[in-house]
């Protein structure tokens, strides 16, 4: 098996060293313009078209017989160290929520389009003043009496979609029963974002970027062929999406350690007032030290949470733990590189660039203790999940 794995790692490494897309910076998602998404729509068909993603689809959607799951987990450390443009959450989760719960005709019309790179796809889950916690959101979609009586009308406002300024598709997440609580009474929708009544405003972020927006649906009309799964189903059709991005939560660890090597680059290329390196000094070193030991313990409990998914038993707090270990490590980091640089007087030229990766992801990590559930909402399901404690 780990040969086999490795022949594996080296034939997706020589893949994205031949063709892969660069990132113009740790969660930039967005094309810079119109040629970058071609290239970007390009280069996910490639891998599909390479049976590197969407290798675990069913073969007849073209998945491969010979996938297996750890598979997944290379080609994502894979795509991380090659500093290339990464498979879209949204494309992985909107692709395994119409496999399972979607009608023949979706999956002949929606999947083909994802795997040609036609079709990207937002996430139309988060609201204003509901955040992470989605069973309390309000846009509604009523029945749409103008129409044949099995549609909908739907009016509300999502916030937080990552790329939905240039998606094709979105994922919506719609309240079609109030008259019951929380997670019953929400419906599943797959809609075209160019539908009218539809209006998208990016939200520019602090990193300069601008990968979040405001969605507004007003009146927008949708037929019964826009519902996945069943009506007031919805919240089984989007736990199990989510849930299935679990196997790429291993890469997280490689990230950290990518992140670390950058941080002894940068204390070896900050000069502090008296000209010495700041790697040089005690103090730098222990700060180092315990840096790497939280690094080490990240990866062991996303390693332990891995080998449970692989075997298809994990428990339902592992995922909030890896998120939560994985997220906060992240932003401790960032916070020693900006402490390294705010004390020195000077960064040696060929540390100019991990200085500037430490400015971004110093500005971008905090974005991460948010989207895919805000950490509140993590140590939240830990209490519950694991430690049996009662809501709040």
Not at 100 to 117: H, N, T, V
Not at 261 to 283: I, K, N, S
Request: include cysteine.
């Amino acid at each position: 098996m780990r040969t086999d794995l490795e022949e594996y790692r080296a034939r997706v490494r020589a893949f994205i060293a031949e063709h892969g897309v660069p990132m113009q910076g740790e969660g930039v998602r967005v094309p810079a313009d119109a040629d970058e998404e071609r290239a970007i729509r390009g280069w996910l068909r490639a891998l599909y078209e390479a049976g590197f993603l969407g290798a675990g689809w069913p073969v007849q959607w073209g998945g491969r017989a010979d996938h297996l799951p750890q598979h997944d987990l290379v080609l994502m450390e894979e795509l991380i160290r090659g500093d290339v443009y990464r498979p879209l959450d949204q494309v992985m989760l909107a692709s395994h929520a119409i496999i399972e719960f979607g009608s023949d005709e979706q999956k002949a019309q929606l999947l083909p389009r994802i795997r040609a790179g036609e079709h990207v796809w937002c996430q139309l889950f988060s609201e204003p003043d509901v955040g992470s916690d989605l069973a309390s959101l309000r846009t509604r979609a009523e029945p749409d009496a103008a129409g044949a009586g099995d549609g909908f009308t739907v009016t509300g406002q999502k916030i937080w979609s990552t790329d939905a300024q240039w998606a094709d598709m979105g994922m919506l997440l719609a309240r079609t029963d109030p008259s019951v609580n929380r997670h019953a009474g929400i419906t599943a929708f797959v809609i075209p974002m160019d539908l009218p009544g539809i209006e998208i405003r990016p939200i520019r972020e602090m990193t300069g970027y601008a990968e979040f927006c405001e969605v507004f649906l007003d009146g927008v009309r949708l037929g019964p062929e826009h519902v996945l799964g069943e009506v007031n189903g919805g919240w089984k059709v989007v736990t199990s999406g989510l849930a299935s991005e679990r196997a790429f939560v291993g890469a997280n660890s490689l990230q950290l350690e990518r992140m670390f090597d950058d941080l002894v680059a940068l204390a070896r290329a900050a000069r502090l007032p008296d000209g010495t390196a700041a790697l040089e000094h005690e103090d730098t070193q222990a700060t180092l030290a315990e840096a790497l030991a939280r690094v080490e313990e990240v990866k062991l409990i996303v390693r332990d949470t891995v080998e449970r998914i692989l075997v298809d038993d994990e428990h339902p707090s592992d995922g909030p733990v890896a998120k939560l270990a994985y997220t906060e490590t992240n932003v401790a980091l960032t916070e020693i590189a900006m402490g390294i640089i705010t004390s020195s007087v000077a960064v040696d030229e060929a540390g100019a660039a991990v200085a500037d990766r430490w400015y971004h992801n110093f500005l971008w990590g905090r974005a991460l203790t948010i989207s895919g559930g805000a950490s509140e909402i993590m140590r939240g399901l830990i209490g519950r999940q694991l430690l049996g404690l009662p809501r709040a």
